[in-house]
Structure formats: structure tokens, C-alpha cells
């Protein structure tokens, strides 16, 4: 547990400052409103140990990739979300004394972030080195009823005497990344005009324009403005006992959404209007969108505190990402907490988010996320054919923000292609969940048959085993790489192949239009092809050790020295920073769900015996060093009914980056594997499932847990769900509907609660 | 064939000058003594494209390491030799007009080295944009007498008119590295002082001094000298049909072998030493000592100018690098001839340059290669214990010029370990050859027990198959990555944790003084340890097909696609530059002698039946795209008798940089390669090998070949070999020696020559 933060349902709260934490509260206390977001950085200037970060969605810059030994077929770029202008600066002076946490007294100090509302509020009380003792209350959001907006409160109060407060607020747009691989500026400034400051992206030509509107009761600002770097100035004589409050607006527009020659006026005029609506009014309107944002995803979660906050910042976080306002957009591992991994889409979308997003935010919001894919087909295609693929098949990016590949380490660009199965299987999800069938003929089909005939040329038959095999691939595993037979990239490859040929057929049937169109588009030969895809999906070679009732996670797994990770001395995990490389991808400890992550995905085609022999192998051999690993294993663990280990699992995922458990969360949080978090809850201890066509819940509630109520999104209604260990039961504001409760099936009248 | 060399059986020759082949041939016609070396740079100014390169052996600075992801275990920097100071530079200008080749018309242009003497020559005749016709004879050569004197004779013949003849000879030490990673100047200046310059070798700190020492008959110098630049200046008229001859001594002497603080003045002492002794003497000299080199070593070729050009350039080039005075020194792949590679150490020089330089430069001159890893044996014990290996364990580096490991690439750097059964295999090489087993007690046990610690902790066991397994390697083949007993490396390995067990007992039983120094040394329990090697050896899994009747490469090696290069389409070779690395590494393809290498080097073990299976198979799926492969299938093709086949390899290896197959020559002659062309004659077409401690015979000439004759240096006698398709005979210079002769044994009187 994280002795900084302060356990409460609904909020954030630290009640220290300490210099050491600073990044990572500046990661933990990070605001968003799905289309732009940024760190926790103070508003007023501080000296020491920061990372600035304000990150603007699908606002990218392609980075000239840095490789040790260039491998044909690598990208020439990684592109990546920018830092971009930091919009939130108020410096601020006490007598001439600037303001800086690092050179003042911190008599006292507390930041919360109320997630109930996504506002960020920072309470302090500093003495200045000349003797002033200043009150300070900062409160900051980003509006997600208008999503250009930024707002700022920011009032000082003397204490022990009168003070002249001098209030600079401004906007900095001569930023960089820290990650850039060549230590170059990626923006460069279009005009400098005032109150605004537009730039553009060196490559990419993205531009953005930021405007501040400001205002302090009693006093004028001057104009400090310069290239890059909009400023204003005012000064105010203040009563000991009697507060100074700036307010900051700012607009934030970009070439997304506006044309370039009107950015600047088009920020101004976002600005303008903020100011007219006035801080309190915008605030209550924040307050409204979050509530309703809430009412279809909360869980709560009663006898256990710290996983009530736990599974509320997950919940918080994923809300802030993304909202699917619109399909250039997606979520990036870190969201808008820092850096790292660049903010761009990796598989961690579909396999972890796309469930989330659906079951609280509804299907609209799944179906862009659906669409974004899509509308990367092509590009997928090229990515396909420039690795030696032909006919149309695609490979969908590692690692991508507008549909092109960016990662350049063979083993996993090229080799950990499961991602491919991912993306299908998204669909099939989408599909299953919301009945929304028709998407097959809208862009569905085009993916999956796509994507079919990636694996129908990758899958190679093997004269040695008279069977078909996969080679070369690296699994979710990451600590093995160019095995043979991944177990879980072999089922997904299959089950593709079997996916795309009936969803074929399902079109030619019941869209006979869309059929054509895509069959002329794609050159799509629907008998040959599929009978090729069953062909191999039928003498698909898949690994097993009899013995032991396993699926092989790859050939040759039982050769490595079978090590238990309860034998590993403490001292060298994670193996990841105390080993080196080779003696990882040696041993036999899985970095994350493989196998399993095959079983989860597909649950209904094994029966629980099956499940638990492989959790149990797997299980003990897996290290859990991908946030996204601890989740899967909870979900199946109270599947197979090990509570103990079910709950174990849930707290190392639900506050991983609260606790801090890797020492990592100062370069941002997990937020895409906080939809694992999510999966935990509702899908674990809440046993959601779709069975064969209806919503099914089989929960089982960890002892430690007195209740747990969940609500989610489903075909337009929202359906609450109370567990506890009396019982079950089901609220439905909605429309009748039909769900099975513990294998039994019933239908849900509207407003009732089924017990 | 190269339109551009003449065929010359002791010359390379081009006649004509072309820009687009100036840096190809300023790789081939490169200069070296052993020490130092030099591309074939002009002079006088170029303003055209061109590669400046003039290195210092083992004067290397280590240069950060550029990574794209980084894995624990990486080395911090890459070691390279570096470009150094440009000494050869003489600007020469006629009536004020730059003498630049790319300005002026080249009327006639000739350049040739004497591979007899290693003297580099260019004659041309020009025509000045002013005019002007000149002649111009630029002389230049390394000394191989006196190592760190370099010597030039330039001389300018007006033809059509009385002209004026500016030379400035100079020395440029403001130099860089193309290959740098991060853009980086390697060298700083000490000092400059008239006509010397100092500099040194950021971080590592080496420091060399240039001085020159110039004459001009008739004129006097005024000194130019700036920082890192020394330069005279002097001006003669010349009437039409007379020359003005520049010399210049250059004296280049480091750290390696002079005190820092008295650097300049032994460059000084150097220049003025050659310019004492005087060109002509010097040039004699340098016949003199060539003479001496080529005594031991010539090949001669009767009915085949191509060949016997080729394998004389690869002999001159291997004399060039290396001569084996100082054991500080090794042979990079490119020796002095270019940056690739870092002119830094690889397993060439035990797996193929060893044998050339034991029998052509004598006993002493391969002790001190296996010197050489000795006195590194330290830092191959740390850079196991890196990769977690321990008590005493040593694994060599792939890439290293002080013993630390350079490479960064985990499937090279991590999994390509036969390097370390290369190194083994060097001693045991060295003494069945020298018969001098004491270096076993000197040096040699305590490389070999440290590497088959490496062994027996890298070798693991199989509960699955009973069996020990080697997981995870790369073997010769770097077309493929991380598979599981790679053959050649289990089969290295094993021979390895043999030949350390006899070793050691051999020391115990005939040096019981240095074995107890050892045992006390590296902690070895001769019993326990040896014991476990066995035990290894007898429990180790090979994998072979039965069926075919051949060793399998690695485990799975028959599930892929088996396709044959002869079917390949010739617009997709050389694979490396047309294909994904993705596509390259899930094919059959396999880039360089890999199981094939093991039967070379252990063919005593191997019926012939056994080698032409495997012959067989994995030729025809060898796409030859490393230099050092053909080599190695042209000898297994003579000892299986197929002759076709070994002199079409044959050709690829000997003339790969004279005919530029691979369109790179331009970066640098492939020199460690070119002993691989000199196996391919001696131990391929001349059959030689050591036989139960005797030196055999067994030759086979190609039919397009008349006759073929080779000297060999053999414990401490020079033997001349000669076949034709009539008969065989050896010439003996020294002692009587007992030989095999087609089977036959039989003593070998001084003097006299066996048919």
C-alpha cells in the first residue's frame, strides 16, 4: 500500500510533499478528457525534479527510429504522441520572491484529484524566503463538455502580512519530448500573436493553436508575450488574511478539427467563451457530464477500501483516455500520463480495453474503436506485403498511430503476430456482446478475411509432421522469442480462419449487396479461399503434454529446466531488471498470460478441469511483469474457484500504479491494463459472460470483499449488479431483457431487480 | 571478372580512372604493415566521394552504444579502431591551380600495387583547367622494416610548358569516423608544433604523434602548421619535360609503444631516421622484407591467371594486417582497408585466420593470437558472470578489441557462443600443427577449463528427453535465431568438455608444477569438474534425420519449407538486401557453412559417405551471404570428390573483392575471408591436415587448373607442395620430417623433394 496516498472511495489525495514523489504524483493525479490530457506538473514554476506532459490525441510527430543493427523490413519511423505546449503556467511571485516549491518552506501541503469529477485541486501553505506565508489553492480541469477548454483557479492569500502577488500566466510552446531518439524539437512555431501561439509538428505538418484568456479582479495585465511563448503579467497589493484568485482559460485547437489559417482564432474564441460561461458554471457543467459518465461504469466494492479506490482510479483513468468522440483516436499504455510508449495503439486496445469501453460506455463508443482498425486496413496490407505477404493479406502494426508500424525489434514487429488475432477477435466480441451482426458487412469482413489470408500464407505445412505449423512467431510471452507453435497465436490463428469463413458466409446471406462489393473490392474468391482456411485450420498442428493434461505453450517449453517462480529468491525479481536478457529468454518463466490468454479469451471451449491443470501449470512458472498479465490469471483462477488466488492477483493489477508496485508509475500509469483491472471485477468476481447469445453472471466474491455492485452498458440499458455473499441480484433501467443468473436463464423486466 | 583490374599474377592493376570506382579501389589497392594500414586515398586533394581511412592496430575508442531497445546485458559501447590522422596528404597545385581529379581531364591514369613488395603506385597524366599537362608518379608505401614509417615520392612533370608547382605536404589529424554513433569526434588535439601533431583518443586515451619530414629539391618549406594540421609549403619551377620529386617521411608513433610525454619527439626522431636512410634505401629495404614474407607462403597457379591473382591478393592482404609482432594486435574483418566492423576481433580469427598465419608466418606468430585471448581470459570470466554464469565460467566476446564484449544484438551477442568452441578448437589447432602441447600448461588449460565451465552451465537438462539440450543459441547460420541444439554448437561444446578433460590431465601428468599454479588459480577440481563434463558429453542430444542420413542443424529445422537456392529466383538474391528479415529467418535458407563447419573442422570424425549426405543437403540450401562460407563447402566438395562444386566455391571466396560480387567493396576488402580462400587451396585442393600428429597430403587439382604449388611453414621448415594432374611432390628446405603423401607415410630428407 502506498503510505502517500490516502485511502477514499472517491478521491486522490496525498497530503505531503516530498520532492522524490513529485513525477510520480504528476503521473497519478494526471487529468484528461478523452481527446487531450496531461500531467499533474505544477502551475507555477519549480526547479526541481519534473516531467512536463500535456499530450493532445493522434497530434503526432514521426520520430526517425534509432536501431543498433538495421533488419530489412523495419519502419523508418516510431511515431509519437508530443509533449506539447504547456498551457497550464502561472507563475507567481510573493514580494518579488518567485514561487518554486523547491526553494520554499512547505508548511503544508495537499493535492487531491476528485475523480468523481476530474478536477485537480492543490491546497498549500509555503513561507517564502523573504517571510511571507502564503495560502495557495490551485484548481484545474479539462473540460470534457467542451473539449478544448482548460481552466485554471488560482488564488494566493498572505497570511502573516501584505504582499504584492504577481500573477504571470502563460503558455510555453517551445517544449520537447524527453523520449526524442535523436534530441530533436519536434514543433515548430507558426506565430507567436498576444494571448495566442500556434505551432506545427516538423513532418507530420499537425498544427495547434492555444490562447489563454485571463482575469484577476482589481488589476491589468501587461503583455509579455514573445515567440513561442504567450504571457501576460499583473500585480496586486493583498491584505494579510485576504486572497488574489487568477483565472485562466485557455483554448486548445488543432488541425484535427479546425482549418489552419483559423486556429488561432478558433482557439480565442474557445477561450472567450470560457470566460463568458465563468469558472463556476463551467465547473458545474464538468461536474454533470462526469456524473453522467459514471452512472453506466461504477463499482463499488464494500469491506475493502483499498480496492474500492483501486478499481475507481482504474474505472477514473480509462474514462479520461478515451470516450470515442472520434475514430482518429485511441488509447496509448500510458494515456495521457507520460511518454512512454509514445501514446500510440498496441494490441492492448482490443484484447483489454474494447470490453471495458463497450459494457460501460456502449456500443457506439466499441464500434470506433472497431473503425479505427478498419480504417487502417490498407495500411495493414502494405505492412503485410512489405514483409513478403502477398494477395491482399494484412498484418496489423506492433505498435501504430495511423495505421503504419513503428516498432522496430524483429522478434516482436515481426514475430508477435498474435496481435493480428486480437484484432479479429475484437470483432467477434463487439459482435457478440451488442448483436450488432451488420458490422461484418460494414468493415468486419473485410478485416477478418484480411487477416485470414495473412495466416493462411504464414501457416506453413510441415512434411516432417504432415501438419500445418506455425514458425518464428513470439507469443504474449515476450521472454521467449522466435519459438515454433506458440499455442496461443496457433488457437487464435485458427479460430481466425474459422471466424472469417463463417462471417463470409453470414454476409453472402443476409447482405447480399455488401457481399458483392467486398468480394470485388478485396478480390475476395469466398470457395477457394475458405476451403483453404478450413483446410489448414483442420491440420493445424497444436502442442500438448498428454501427461500432464497442458497445452504446450510452445514446442520444446518442456525442455527448459522447469524452476518454480515460488523457488525464485525474491532478491532477483523482477527478473527483468536483475537478469540479463539471455538468462530470461532461457529460463522457463513467462512474462505474461499465453497460454492462458487463449483459455480466457475462449473459455467456452474448454471445460474447467482443462482450465484448472493449465492455470496450475502456468500459473507457478508465470512472473507477471506485463501489467497486463495479472488479470487474465485472476478472471480464471475464480473460474476455477481459487478465490484465494483470484483475489491475490486482483490487488496486484487493481493498484499497481496507486501502490507503485514496479517503481515505475513516475514515467506514467498503466492505464490500458486498468481495463484488465476492470475485466478482474466484472468478468472475475462477477463471472459476466456472453453465452451463446445472452448475458450470463456467475459470481464469486472474494472473503475479503462484503459486496460488490457493478453496472454496465448493455443493448441500451443499464443493468446494475449487487453480489454479496447472501446473493445476487440484477437491477434493470431498461427495456425487458433476458440474462441467465447463475445458469439460470430469465428474463429482466424493466426497473425490476431480480434476487 | 573485374573489367577494371588487369589480370596480373604479383600486381593489381587498374588503367583508367573512373570516380564511381574510387572507393572501391581505394579498399583494394589499400596498403598495410602489420601495425598500421590505409585505404588507397590520393594524396593530393579529392574533392569527389570518397572514404578517408588511415588506422592504428588496437587504437580504438569505445564509442557509446546505439540501441533501439535495450536488454539487460548490452555492453555500454562499441570498441572501434579508429580513422586517424590523414599523413599521406601532399596538395600539390600547378600555376596556382589545385591539382584535384575531379576537376581536371585525366588523359591517362594508371595505378598499381606490387604485391611483391606491398608499394603502391600511380602514374597519370592531366590536364589543368589552366592548360596545363602534367605527369604525375606518386609513390608511397608502409615500411615493413620499420613499422612506423610511412613514405611518399611524388613527383609532377610538366609536359607542355614551363609551369609553377606548389607542394604542400601536410598531415591532417582533424578526422572522424564515418561509422560513429552519435556523430561524435573520437580524437583531440594534444598538440601541434611545426611539423608534428599530437592528439588522443577521447575516453580511452591512447595518443599518437604524426610528424613529417619533407624534401624538395631545389626549394625551401615555409611551415603552414595549424592546430591538427602540419603543412610546408614550397614552390619550384619546372620546365616542360623535367619533374619536381616531393618526399616525405612520416613517422607515426603511440602510446602503445612510447612514453606520452615523448611522442612528438619520436615521430620526429622516425621521419628523420627514413629520410637519413633515403627513399631508395628504404624502398629496398621494404622488397627485402616482403621477400622474406612471401618466401614461406606463396601460392602459385598454373593454367588459371585469375586464380593466381586472386589468391595472391588474399595472401598480400592477409601479410598486410597482420604479422603478429605485438599481441595487443588481432585481425579485424576488414583489417586496414576500411571502418565496418571496427576493425575489432570476431571468431575469424581463430575459426578461419589462425591456420593461414601458423602455416605461412610460422609458430610463433599464431602463439600470439591464442596469446591474445589469454590475456583476455579475465574479461570473458566477467562477461559470463554478466549473463549470470559463474565460478570461473568464460564466455569470449563476439566483437571485442580488449576483451570486453562490443556487440549489442541479443541474438548474436547472447546466443551466437560458438565463438567460445572456436577459440578451443584454436589451441588444439595450434598444437597438432607446432606439436608445442606445453602451451597447454602456459596458457591453454586454463582457456579451455574456463570454457567448459561456460559449457557445462549453458548445457541443460531435459526432463522431457532424458537427454542434455543446448536452448536458445544462433549457430554459424545467422539466418536463423534462438533455436535449440544448434548441431555445430552442441558438437563444438562437446569436443570442447573433452579436450579440456584430456587437457588437464595432460598437464597434471607433464607439468605438475603449473598445474598446481592452475588449479590453485582458477579454483579447479580437476576430478569433480571433468567427471561433470563427461557426464555431459555422454548424455548429450545430437539431432540428425535418419532417414536422409544427415546431422540436423537444429531442432525443428525439417518443419520448414524445404526449397533449394537453385530454385530461388535470381532477382531475389543476395536474400539479405531483397527480403524482410522476418521472411530470411522462417526460411529453410541458410546463410553460411553451419553443420557443414563442424564436419570441416572435426572431419576426422566423419566417413566420407557421412559428409557427402550432409554435403549434399545443406549446400543446396546454402545461399553463401557471409564471406566465410564457400571457403569451407569448396574443401568438404574436394574431399568428397566433387570438383565441379569446389572450384565454382571456389571462385566465390578467392576473388569475392577483386570481382566486388557483393557490389560493397567499396567499405573495405573482406580480409579474415580471404583465409578462408587460403584453406580452400591448401587444405581443399592441397589436402592438407594433420593426421595422428603427421602432416598429410591428399590433393586434387580442378581440371581448369595445370598446376598448383604452395609452401607451407611446418616446425620450423618450409615445404613446397606441388601437384599437377601428372603427379605430387614435396620440396623440403629444413630438417627431415616424416609426412603423408596420398596415404602414403614416409620421411621427408632436407633438401630433398618426394614425387
Excluded at 516549491?101 to 485541486?121: G, N, Y
Excluded at 459518465?293 to 474514462?319: A, P, T, V
Amino acid at each position: 500500500m502506498n503510505e502517500f496516498l490516502k485511502t477514499d472511495p472517491w478521491k486522490l489525495i496525498e497530503e505531503k510533499f516530498d520532492p522524490a514523489r513529485v513525477k510520480s504524483s504528476e503521473s497519478l493525479f494526471a487529468l484528461g478528457n478523452g481527446v487531450m490530457g496531461g500531467r499533474a506538473n505544477f502551475e507555477e514554476h519549480y526547479s526541481g525534479e519534473s516531467l512536463q506532459g500535456n499530450y493532445i490525441g493522434a497530434i503526432y510527430y514521426p520520430d526517425k527510429t534509432r536501431v543498433g543493427w538495421w533488419k530489412n523490413g523495419y519502419p523508418e519511423y516510431f511515431a509519437k504522441v508530443l509533449n506539447s505546449a504547456f498551457w497550464i503556467g502561472v507563475d507567481v511571485k510573493i514580494d518579488g520572491e518567485e514561487l518554486d516549491l523547491a526553494r520554499v518552506k512547505v508548511k503544508a501541503f495537499r493535492r487531491e484529484v476528485d475523480m468523481r469529477r476530474s478536477v485537480l485541486t492543490r491546497r498549500m501553505t509555503v513561507e517564502m524566503q523573504n517571510g511571507a506565508e502564503v495560502e495557495v489553492e490551485a484548481v484545474r480541469f479539462l473540460s470534457l463538455e467542451r473539449r478544448e477548454v482548460g481552466v485554471i483557479r488560482y488564488g494566493v492569500k498572505p497570511l502573516n502580512r501584505k504582499a504584492v502577488v504577481t500573477f504571470s500566466p502563460y503558455i510555453d510552446a517551445d517544449v520537447r519530448n524527453t523520449d526524442a531518439n535523436y534530441d530533436e524539437k519536434f514543433w515548430e512555431e507558426v506565430l507567436t500573436d498576444g494571448d495566442a501561439v500556434q505551432s506545427r509538428t516538423k513532418k507530420s505538418g499537425f498544427e495547434v493553436a492555444w490562447a489563454q484568456r485571463v482575469e484577476l479582479e482589481g488589476a491589468s495585465f501587461e503583455c509579455l508575450t514573445r515567440p513561442e511563448k504567450v504571457m501576460h503579467r499583473a500585480e496586486v497589493e493583498v491584505e494579510a488574511g485576504h486572497s488574489a484568485t487568477l483565472y485562466k482559460y485557455t483554448g486548445i485547437c488543432s488541425s484535427l478539427n479546425h482549418e489552419k489559417g483559423d486556429l488561432i482564432a478558433a482557439a480565442r474564441r474557445v477561450a472567450e467563451e470560457g470566460h463568458a460561461v465563468g469558472f463556476d458554471a463551467l465547473l458545474r457543467e464538468q461536474e454533470e457530464a462526469w456524473r453522467k459518465r459514471w452512472h453506466s461504469c461504477d463499482i463499488m466494492i464494500e469491506g475493502d477500501d483499498e480496492s474500492q479506490q483501486g478499481i475507481r482510479f482504474c474505472i477514473f483513468m480509462l474514462l479520461q483516455t478515451y470516450t470515442g468522440v472520434d475514430t482518429r483516436l485511441n488509447i496509448g499504455p500510458k494515456g495521457f500520463t507520460g511518454e512512454k510508449y509514445g501514446g500510440v495503439t498496441y494490441w492492448d486496445t482490443e484484447a483489454y480495453c474494447l470490453s471495458f469501453y463497450m459494457a460501460t460506455a456502449g456500443e457506439q463508443v466499441a464500434r470506433e474503436l472497431l473503425v479505427y482498425r478498419y480504417n487502417q486496413l490498407d495500411k495493414a496490407i502494405e505492412n503485410a506485403a512489405k514483409l513478403g505477404f502477398k494477395d491482399g493479406a494484412a498484418l496489423y502494426p506492433m505498435v501504430t498511430i495511423n495505421g503504419e508500424e513503428c516498432h522496430n525489434e524483429w522478434e516482436i514487429t515481426f514475430e508477435e503476430i498474435h496481435r493480428n488475432g486480437a484484432i479479429a477477435y475484437a470483432i467477434l466480441n463487439y459482435i457478440r456482446y451488442t448483436g450488432d451482426r451488420h458490422y461484418l458487412a460494414e468493415g468486419g469482413l473485410e478485416v477478418l478475411l484480411s487477416i485470414a489470408r495473412f495466416w493462411a500464407q504464414r501457416i506453413t505445412w510441415s512434411e516432417a509432421r504432415k501438419k500445418f505449423v506455425m514458425l518464428g512467431v513470439t507469443g504474449p510471452n515476450e521472454y521467449e522469442n522466435n519459438v515454433n507453435n506458440n499455442w496461443y497465436t496457433s488457437y487464435i490463428a485458427c479460430w481466425c480462419l474459422r471466424y472469417a469463413t463463417e462471417s463470409a458466409a453470414w454476409v453472402r446471406e443476409h447482405c447480399p449487396e455488401e457481399y458483392r462489393r467486398i468480394c470485388e473490392k478485396r478480390h475476395f474468391d469466398e470457395k477457394a479461399e475458405t476451403e483453404r482456411w478450413m483446410y489448414i485450420n483442420d491440420n493445424m498442428y497444436f502442442g500438448e503434454d498428454k501427461e500432464l493434461g497442458i497445452f504446450l505453450q510452445q514446442d520444446n517449453y518442456m525442455d527448459k529446466e522447469q524452476v518454480l517462480v515460488k523457488d525464485l529468491d525474491p532478491r532477483e525479481r523482477p527478473i527483468n531488471q536483475k537478469w540479463s536478457w539471455d538468462r530470461i529468454l532461457r529460463s522457463c518463466f513467462i512474462k505474461q498470460a499465453d497460454v492462458l490468454q487463449g483459455i480466457y479469451l475462449f473459455q467456452e471451449n474448454f471445460d474447467v478441469e482443462t482450465i484448472r491443470r493449465n492455470f496450475h501449470f502456468y500459473e507457478a512458472r508465470t512472473v507477471h511483469e506485463s501489467s497486463l498479465s495479472p488479470c487474465v490469471h485472476s478472471i480464471l483462477a475464480t473460474r476455477i474457484g481459487d478465490m484465494d488466488k483470484a483475489y491475490e492477483l486482483y490487488l496486484r493489477t487493481s493498484r499497481l500504479d496507486l501502490d507503485d508496485y514496479n517503481r515505475e508509475v513516475e514515467e506514467g500509469c498503466h492505464v490500458t491494463s486498468m481495463a484488465g483491472s476492470w475485466m478482474s471485477v466484472v468478468e472475475g468476481f462477477g463471472g459476466m459472460r456472453m453465452k451463446e447469445g445472452v448475458l450470463s453472471f456467475n459470481p464469486a466474491l472474494p472473503e475479503e470483499w462484503r459486496s460488490l455492485s457493478f453496472k454496465v452498458n448493455y443493448r441500451g440499458r443499464v443493468l446494475t449488479v449487487k453480489v454479496s455473499h447472501e446473493g445476487l441480484s440484477v437491477d434493470n433501467e431498461g427495456e425487458p431483457v433476458e440474462v441467465e443468473l447463475r445458469g439460470e436463464r430469465l428474463l429482466l423486466e424493466r426497473h425490476a431487480e431480480v434476487k
